[in-house]
DNA sequence: CGGGTAATTGACCCGGGTCAACAGCAGTGG
DNA sequence: CCACTGCTGTTGACCCGGGTCAATTACCCG
């Protein structure tokens, strides 16, 4: 029934953004809840001298920021990576959708605490790991968060990011992920070629990335919740 | 009124942290919302090789994760900087709060929005900046949100964190934290000696840090519910 | 086939890490 | 009152992971 409703929202208010255009830029007033149905996005920070932070990336059935409107601007922008078909849940009908069921309100903060999580976990690899164990932990949590709705099929993902976008969510520059992605293929660890990214072991992958994937909190039920899965 | 029954419960379950021991670990299962009443706390997640980072800083007045014990388990620890008395909301009483008011909820949703926010200028901090503009651009964060609980005094704060903790939150090393702040002691930005910080010139120092505060959403009235101001 | 974006390579450099010693100072116990 | 211990801060010498700059080389798409 929740599923239902949901589903409903989803449908109403669809926008289309083109590749590499923004579905909202810091400074702007948050008007609604965005809910990715189709393609990738990102959260990004620019500096004033134009160094750039990707600080989260949203893959389909990612919600953006519930409640946002409760603030008064965005310190962030969302850009679109690929074309995103994008559902927007004006507040009225974001309030009406927590009022009318616990559970959905549930699966609502969970969505948001596994958001920080995630959020937390970038801080630490970025803060923490080198080029090499950065990279391949976060090769390692998007396949994860695509095998969770249903995107990949035996180890192999859609994978539309480009180096810079890489460079940029991980703090490093564009030939240096560049180097490191071809020691990762060189050990065997992935395979990147186009807009395809197979993992053939996922737990060697883990392995060298420290990577631990309870901070995505992937066992509750919350998360069925999402948009897609 | 709403004041007073939080006020309430923060004066219920409080329990005393000795400096440099953990509230809580990762692993284990999350019983209560913490709220910190007095003294610094800090997030941190540390790797199987013992590399730490710090996450977040907690002062008087922080929540730490409203809802937190819908997670099965925490992905982080919680440690005490100095001694701190940390108020415990049992699930119960947390869900009480929020059923008997709409303005509470907002509130904590406002405190889960910036607790978000704050963590991603964390990363585009360490993903970005110089270990100079690094260091400035988070004593700059920690001096607004001091002051913003009263807890600053013309210019000067109490300030407990050694220069490991200072290395462990911005992924430097002790060795170079001393020396920037060197850097800017010499460069007049700061004062810093035993557990006494002093920004003469917070404008300036902002100025380098390229802080901009709008990720701490400070003019918004749900803050007036924190715990503490 | 032309134009633009994304990937790759090479040469060189620097911010920050590493290692190791030492100084300052608070607390503690004799 | 002083020696001892342990933590925090400081300094110096040396090194390396990753940045910078600049030129090519795929690749895609119309």
Redo the contacts between chains.
């Keep these: 029934m929740e599923r239902e409703s949901l589903d409903q929202l989803t449908r109403r208010n669809v926008r289309t953004v083109e590749a590499r255009r923004d579905v909202i830029r810091?400074?702007e007033r948050p008007r609604a809840v965005n809910v990715v149905l189709e393609g990738w996005a990102c959260?990004y920070?620019q500096?004033?001298?134009g160094?750039?932070?990707v600080?989260?990336f949203f893959v389909p059935g990612d919600f953006c920021?519930?409640?946002?409107f409760?603030?008064?601007?965005m310190?962030?922008s969302i850009g679109a990576i690929t074309r995103v078909r994008i559902a927007e849940i004006t507040p009225e009908d974001f309030q009406g959708l927590m009022d009318r069921s616990q559970r959905v309100t549930?699966a609502l903060?969970?969505h948001?605490?596994v958001?920080?999580?995630i959020?937390?976990?970038?801080?630490?690899n970025?803060?923490?790991?080198t080029a090499y164990e950065r990279i391949a932990h976060l090769l390692c949590e998007l396949f994860l968060r695509l095998e969770a709705v249903g995107l990949s099929r035996n180890c192999k993902v859609d994978f539309p990011l480009t180096q810079t976008d890489l460079a940029d969510a991980?703090?490093l520059t564009a030939v240096h992920v560049n180097r490191t992605l071809q020691e990762l293929r060189r050990d065997g660890l992935i395979e990147l070629h186009g807009r395809v990214l197979i993992i053939p072991d996922l737990a060697r992958l883990q392995d060298v990335a420290?990577f631990?994937s309870?901070?995505l909190?992937l066992?509750?039920e919350?998360r069925h919740l999402d948009a897609n899965d």
């Design positions: 810091e400074g959260r920070k500096l004033p001298d160094r750039r932070q600080v989260s920021d519930a409640n946002v409760i603030l008064k601007q310190d962030h549930q903060w969970w948001e605490l958001d920080a999580a959020s937390r976990e970038w801080t630490a970025i803060g923490q790991r991980t703090g420290m631990n309870n901070y909190h066992e509750h919350g």
